[in-house]
């Protein structure tokens, strides 16, 4: 029949894909929850079908040919657009509702998060959350988190993550404390300043650089630590010394002047931010349309872009 065909030659290109995308038939048998000889089969199968080579294989790698290339374009976009066909019909009638819980850390939730919350409140009013704004890592499993925003490297995988943006840690100062003591040139100058550490209780601390490509790593005696972020910011605003912290946190008293960057050359890699969460690609319409809500916000905001 007809519709067997085409049902068929979506099979066929979903395999294709899968194959050309990991250059080997095993990766793409693995990736597909298939046999090796069934994948074979399918590009045997498509190949005679079109009677054209999509594929050259070596001992080595499986290779797209120039008209493979072009086939995996087309099969990539008649794949997407089925998949969103499907979407589509399931969505119709999909108004995100019921509860979410969500967590980010604390200052990021209250500048970052919240508005991004309340406006996906406003959006879709049978919706309710919950926010947890911790600066600890959740055990989303455990404490029955449906989507996190986290800031820094993601060691579990078996979440499914969506990159929004990224940020730098920053060491700053107020204009009046620097033009009293003066700017730090090197991370080393920092045994002569007055440092304020936020939220390490411990009596000494470790400011890890970047010096041409080299890790360097300081010894810092603080001379005043303080628990939260917002006490380290409020302390450097009153000219006390000069604090380090992640840009977001201190991206509107940059904008104003209140604070100014040091020892900028030196800082070590940007750290990125990623919207997590653990269902599937197929996530319910609430997580969705949170989901891309705050990424396209996050994603638009400079200050972490």
């Known amino acids: 029949s007809k519709n067997g065909i085409v049902m068929d030659r979506l099979y066929l290109m979903t395999v294709y894909v899968a194959v050309a995308e990991e250059e080997s038939f095993a990766g793409a048998a693995r990736r597909l929850g298939m046999s ?15 009677g054209v080579k999509l ?5 080595r790698h499986v290779r797209a040919t120039d008209a493979g290339q072009r086939y995996l374009d087309d099969a990539r976009r008649v794949i997407a657009a089925a998949d969103e066909a499907d979407e589509a019909a399931v969505g119709v009638n999909a108004q995100p509702r019921g509860h979410m819980t969500v967590t980010a850390p604390v ?55 969506v990159r929004v943006g990224h940020v730098r840690r920053v060491i700053c100062a107020s204009p009046a404390y620097l033009k009293q003591r003066g700017i730090p040139q090197t991370p080393s100058d920092l045994k002569h300043h007055e440092v304020i550490v936020a939220s390490s ?13 080299e890790p360097l790593s300081v010894r810092i005696k603080p001379r005043l630590t303080v628990s ?13 010394g000069v604090t380090r912290l992640m840009s977001y946190q201190v991206a509107p008293l940059l904008a104003k002047g209140e604070l100014k960057v040091v020892l900028s050359e030196f800082e070590s890699p940007r750290v990125p ?10 996530a319910s319409a609430r997580m969705r349309a949170f989901i891309d809500l705050m990424a396209q916000r996050l994603r638009a905001d400079a200050s972490l872009n």
């Open 107 to 161: 200052l990021f939730g209250r500048m970052y998060v919240m508005p991004g919350i309340v406006e996906y409140l406003r959006t879709y009013p049978e919706t309710t959350v919950s926010a947890l704004f911790l600066d600890r890592v959740v055990n989303m499993l455990e404490e029955g988190v449906d989507v996190g925003i986290r800031i820094g490297e993601l060691s579990d995988s078996s979440y499914r993550a």
């Open 273 to 282: 931010i990623h919207i997590i969460h653990r269902e599937g690609r197929h």
């Open 228 to 240: 939260s972020n917002d006490g380290a910011i409020e302390a450097a605003l009153q000219g006390l």
């Open 36 to 50: 090796p000889p069934a994948v074979t089969r399918a590009i045997a199968a498509l190949e005679e079908r079109l």
């Open 201 to 213: 209780m411990s009596q000494s601390v470790e400011w890890r650089f970047v010096d041409n490509g």
């Open 55 to 59: 594929l050259n294989r070596t001992t």
